[in-house]
């Protein structure tokens, strides 16, 4: 499935970057909430929360250590980590992600 977020994974479109690793990339998000709102997603495609599999868990756990490490990155120590599972609970798009909101 090719979502926006698998597009700024192959460069297809832009995105300000300010994590990256193997496993995980993290940005800006285009419409923010918050002054600090930055989106943290596996380079696996896993469609959300509810999709994720047992052999995921070592994935997920590095996406909320990389939450950490983007907020601490922003000059925050306290800050929310986010995730809409479904177009139920809110989600637009249908690539796992985590939305690490400060300030």
């Known amino acids: 499935m090719s979502t926006i977020f698998s597009k700024?994974?192959?460069?297809?479109?832009?995105?300000?970057i300010v994590y990256e690793d193997e496993h995980a990339l993290a940005f800006r998000d285009i419409n923010p909430v918050a002054p600090t709102h930055i989106l943290v997603i596996p380079k696996k495609e896993i469609v959300n929360v509810g999709s994720i599999e047992p052999e995921d868990a070592t994935l997920v756990?590095?996406?909320?250590?990389?939450?950490?490490?983007?907020?601490?990155?922003?000059g925050h120590?306290?800050?929310?980590?986010?995730?809409?599972?479904?177009?139920?609970?809110g989600q637009?798009?249908?690539?796992?992600h985590f939305h690490v909101l400060a300030g």
């Open 61 to 74: 756990g590095h996406l909320l250590s990389v939450c950490r490490k983007v907020a601490q990155q922003e």
């Open 92 to 96: 637009s798009v249908f690539h796992l």
């Open 8 to 16: 700024i994974i192959a460069r297809e479109i832009p995105a300000d």
């Open 77 to 89: 120590e306290d800050f929310r980590v986010i995730s809409n599972s479904g177009a139920g609970a």
